[in-house]
């Protein structure tokens, strides 16, 4: 009752910002409502996260928006503080039952992408035992790689939980097929990444999951008759998971099917608008050459809704606006999203890069220079600190950031301009 209680006031505090920026009070009532039944059917934290955040892309405006954006904020902190008191109390009861409690808190954590959690969970003076606390030091720097997009150097990690019996099977396999998607896109082996998803198929859960890490796989390598075929019947056993939708578009994207795509990108939205992967891979289509021009227009709207849904990735989506206007040759504009980025977080050096980029395309190679010696500077700072361009934790389907299949003058790669930038 006392949680209820607490959620009842997250409500009404919503309502009163909603009212006070004059927002449409019935739109209000109704998003509320929704949120509210959700939290009267107590079936935990994480179902109800999904419901305020598909709420949060459902709400028209954005006086409702940030009220909704806030109410997520505090519903966070509070699931925050009483996990960490409950594992607290259960470590001080029983140092051996404790640690497995907060693991299995953790994994169910980390699986759905809530990372601040994750963080919260590491960052808390917990008395773990003795023999603990080094894997306890491991998967904290884990977590601040992953919060600044580093997944390659995480990939042990997802090795670890994915062996963890005390984890739900469904869950252990959402793990290995990410290990499998770091592999494919990070560290290049296919063959690691095809027994990965062989190993999680053995665990017999979330076919639909273990069927849409094939459709990556096959898509990768340009097979995009097997990559489609895996994917249709990855959404025919499971509708609700967004990342399929999106990479069929990318099947579509990669043959220059624009309006396939499109139209595939666009169920992504319609199947959940509180994702935020399907409005940044509509951004993306609407930033190439041939479509740029006539689209332009609806960038800032998909911007600002990628980013109030997932506020954890709006560092990656500043890049992402930046990049849309470096490939249209509008350098100045490309300049002020990237600096944008680095004004979030001047230690994660992404930003660097692109503007990097941007400076060697248009000759100014001291420019260049000076870009790329400030990621060598970067590079020892940047995980000793937590990120700070974010306050929201990143829903399942976003669980990496989206640079997909964009060529660059880098020579990073053919498909992704930083290595290290996808969202599934």
């Not at 949120?35 to 305020?52: C, D, K, N, R, S």
């Not at 955040?53 to 954005?62: E, L, M, N, S, V």
């Not at 699986?111 to 917990?126: G, I, P, V």
Request: aromatic letters at 12%; one cysteine or more.
């Amino acid at each position: 009752m006392a949680m209820i209680a607490e959620y009842t006031h997250f409500l009404a505090d919503a309502y009163y910002a909603a009212a006070l920026a004059d927002a449409d009070m019935r739109e209000a009532a109704r998003r509320l409502e929704s949120i509210h039944t959700a939290m009267t059917a107590e079936q935990g934290y994480f179902p109800l996260w999904l419901v305020i955040d598909r709420q949060i892309g459902k709400a028209k405006g954005t006086p409702l928006q940030q009220a909704l954006v806030n109410l997520r904020a505090q519903f966070e902190q509070y699931v925050s503080e009483q996990e960490v008191q409950h594992l607290r109390a259960s470590l001080q009861r029983s140092p051996e039952q404790g640690w497995r409690d907060w693991l299995s808190t953790f994994g169910m954590a980390f699986t759905r992408s809530r990372l601040l959690l994750c963080k919260s969970l590491c960052d808390a003076d917990l008395p773990f035992p003795e023999q603990y606390r080094p894997q306890a030091a491991k998967l904290e720097q884990a977590i601040r790689y992953i919060l600044r997009d580093y997944y390659g150097e995480a990939y042990d990690t997802y090795l670890y939980l994915g062996g963890q019996d005390i984890l739900l099977p469904d869950d252990r396999t959402d793990i290995l097929v990410d290990a499998a998607k770091i592999q494919l896109y990070f560290l290049y082996r296919y063959d690691k990444a095809k027994g990965l998803l062989e190993r999680a198929a053995t665990l017999a859960a979330r076919e639909s999951v273990v069927k849409g890490g094939w459709g990556l796989y096959w898509l990768l390598q340009a097979r995009f008759d097997k990559a489609q075929t895996a994917l249709t019947g990855a959404i025919e056993l499971d509708p609700s998971l967004v990342g399929n939708y999106l990479l069929m578009g990318d099947c579509y994207e990669r043959q220059n099917k624009l309006e396939e795509a499109e139209t595939w990108y666009r169920k992504g939205i319609e199947t959940n608008e509180g994702e935020s992967g399907a409005y940044i891979r509509l951004l993306r289509l609407y930033s190439r050459t041939e479509w740029f021009e006539t689209h332009k227009d609806a960038l800032q709207e998909l911007l600002e809704k990628a980013n109030r849904v997932d506020p954890l990735s709006t560092y990656s989506n500043y890049i992402e606006m930046g990049y849309t206007y470096q490939q249209n040759k509008n350098y100045p504009q490309a300049d002020t999203w990237y600096l944008k980025a680095v004004d979030l977080d001047d230690i994660c050096n992404s930003a660097y890069l692109f503007i990097g980029s941007s400076a060697q395309e248009q000759g100014n190679y001291d420019r260049a220079e000076e870009m790329y010696r400030r990621i060598q500077l970067c590079s020892s700072k940047r995980l000793n600190c937590a990120p700070s361009c974010g306050k929201s934790s990143r829903p399942r389907s976003q669980r990496f950031p989206c640079f997909l299949f964009r060529n660059s003058s880098l020579g990073l790669s053919e498909t992704s301009p930083t290595q290290k930038k996808l969202s599934l």
